[in-house]
């Protein structure tokens, strides 16, 4: 594997459901990032992780609950979702405080 | 202020034209300025990025122009080609990483 990686790919959930999404960097990164990508509007940054310590949340709900046991990966924990948290989530890393920032693939989280 | 402001939405270009996309910014402590391309199915992919102390910089079809004074930024795509059809963003950072987005532009190059 390469890259920043994620799974699942695709996730659909009832708004009862817990849930988690795992992001894996294979790049010596020190920094990890969650972002949510809804349609016709800007990547939103959620989280940022340096060095597993989190240094930002950007006001995200408590539903959504990030994990970082290493610097190699993050989780997302989702719980009690509502509809319009139905998005493509995005896990980036970076070198410590970095701005090149690379890029996985996304979950697709359709909340029912 | 937190914000960066991106345009068009979507443009049409005819292969071999020169694709410009446009973002503005009010915060001037941004110091960062990447530009990231993402295809369907993808995430975002870095493409070329300027700080705020060079006018322009350029890597192979792809130029950024910076203008501080106007706290502006734009993309040149030139000798546009179909397969640069994509979704292009433009972001800022505001301090260790943190990057705001402009809403993204689509751009479709036509044979």
């Known amino acids: 594997e390469t890259g920043v990686t994620q799974t699942p790919r695709h996730l659909v959930m009832g708004m009862t459901n817990k849930k988690s999404l795992k992001c894996e960097q294979h790049?010596?990164?020190?920094?990890m990032y969650w972002y949510k990508q809804s349609a016709k509007k800007p990547l939103e940054l959620m989280f940022v992780?340096?060095?597993?310590?989190?240094?930002e949340n950007n006001s995200v709900p408590s539903r959504f609950s990030p994990e970082c046991p290493n610097s190699s990966h993050l989780f997302l924990h989702l719980h009690t979702l509502q509809p319009e948290d139905s998005a493509l989530y995005l896990c980036?890393?970076?070198?410590?405080?970095?701005?090149?920032?690379?890029f996985g693939p996304g979950t697709r989280l359709t909340v029912t | 202020q937190q914000q960066v402001k991106q345009s068009p939405q979507s443009l049409i270009v005819q292969k071999g034209g020169i694709s410009i996309i446009n973002c503005a910014y009010e915060?001037?402590?941004?110091?960062?300025f990447p530009w990231y391309q993402q295809f369907p199915g993808k995430g975002p992919a870095l493409l070329i990025a300027?700080?705020?102390?060079?006018s322009e910089k350029k890597e192979g079809r792809f130029t950024i122009s910076f203008n501080k004074s106007a706290k502006q930024f734009s993309l040149h795509i030139m000798d546009s080609q179909p397969g640069d059809s994509a979704t292009y963003f433009c972001?800022?950072?505001?301090?260790?990483?943190?990057?705001?987005f402009g809403q993204g532009t689509e751009l479709s190059v036509k044979p």
């Open positions: 915060n001037t402590a941004f110091d960062y």
């Open positions: 972001a800022a950072n505001y301090g260790r990483g943190k990057l705001i």
């Open positions: 300027i700080r705020p102390d060079v």
């Open positions: 992780y340096n060095f597993k310590e989190q240094t």
């Open positions: 980036a890393s970076s070198q410590v405080a970095g701005e090149e920032q690379y």
């Open positions: 790049l010596g990164h020190n920094a």
